[in-house]
């Protein structure tokens, strides 16, 4: 945490946290990008997500740890993630909705291709 009051930005904190509470909830990303947008403490983030829903919620979860270890509080993170898993179970595509998405994806990347 001491790099927050130096040199790293607090939004890429956050997006580092995210990423790796994704794991943790199951939902798994491998890709982050954090930029300044401005005014100091304002950023744009990407992050790549198997489940939107989840990973929003996640991403909230993230800010609300790096404050709480930030300000020295405790924080619930166990029952945060138990919530994502309850909400990615909750949201996930079924099985023939899923391979629909994995096929119209295939697609659009051969179309793109020969574009």
């Known amino acids: 945490m001491e790099r927050l009051h130096g040199v790293t930005y607090f939004g890429h904190t956050v997006e580092h946290v995210s990423l790796e509470l994704s794991h943790l909830a199951g939902v798994g990303a491998n890709f982050g ?25 996640l991403l909230q979860v993230a800010l609300e740890l790096v404050k709480a270890i930030f300000h020295e509080r405790d924080y619930p993170l166990e029952t945060r993630l138990e919530e994502a898993r309850r909400l990615a179970a909750d949201t996930e595509l079924g099985p023939s909705t899923q391979r629909g998405r994995v096929e119209r994806n295939r697609r659009d990347a051969l179309n793109r291709a020969r574009v």
């Open 33 to 57: 990008k954090t930029l300044s947008a401005g005014p100091p403490g304002l950023y744009d983030m990407i992050v790549e997500y198997r489940n939107e829903a989840a990973s929003r919620f």
